[in-house]
C-alpha cells in the first residue's frame, strides 16, 4: 500500500464525518468514530510507510498535512455547526494551516514545509475533540451516568484550550520572521 493511498482514505472521510457531526441523524456513532479511528491510523501510517518505501517527498508532505487540516478542520465545522465546539476553532485551524504553507513555501522560501513546535502538537491535538464528540455520541448509546455530561466538558474544554494555543501558535510564526 501506497503512502498516497493512506492519505486519500483519510481525505475520503472528511465530507462523512463532517456531516455527521452537524447532523447526528446521518450515521451510526460507531460508523463515525470508526471513520476517526480509519483517519488517525492513516495518519499514523502515511509517512512511515512513505520513508520506508523510500517515496518521501515534499509533496508527499504537503498532501498529508492538508488532508490532516481538512480532516480537523471539517470535522470540527460540522461539530461547530451543532454548537459542541467553539466556531471560530476550525476556521483558525485554516487560517494557521494557510500562514504555514504561505510562511514555508513564500517568506521562507523553503522546498517544504517549515514546521514550528507549537504548530505540530496543536495538529496532533486537533483530533482529541473529534474524538471527543465521537465518544459522547457512543456514551450516548449506552446510559452511563454522568459519563456523556463529563465527556462533553472536557471535549469543550480541550476545544477552548486549542482555540487559545492556535491563536497564540499564529501569533508566534507571524512575529517569528522578525524576531529572527
Known sequence: MTAHLLTSARLLAIAPVAIAFARPDT??????????????????????????????????MLFDHSTDCLFVSGG????????????????LIV????QYVFDSYVVHRQKQLRMSTLGRWNGVL?????????????ANLVPIPLASTLLTSATELV?????????VSIIDRATATARS
Open 27 to 60: 450515521l451510526h456513532p460507531t460508523t463515525v468514530a470508526g471513520l476517526i479511528v480509519l483517519a488517525i491510523v492513516t495518519d499514523l501510517l502515511d509517512g512511515k510507510v512513505a520513508r520506508h518505501q523510500g517515496t518521501a517527498t515534499a509533496g508527499g
Open 76 to 91: 470540527l465545522a460540522g461539530a461547530a455547526l451543532a454548537a459542541r465546539v467553539p466556531m471560530v476553532l476550525p476556521a
Open 95 to 98: 487560517a494557521a494551516f494557510g
Open 126 to 138: 486537533y483530533f482529541v475533540p473529534l474524538c471527543g464528540v465521537a465518544l459522547v455520541d457512543l
Open 159 to 167: 476545544a477552548h484550550a486549542l482555540t487559545v494555543s492556535t491563536v
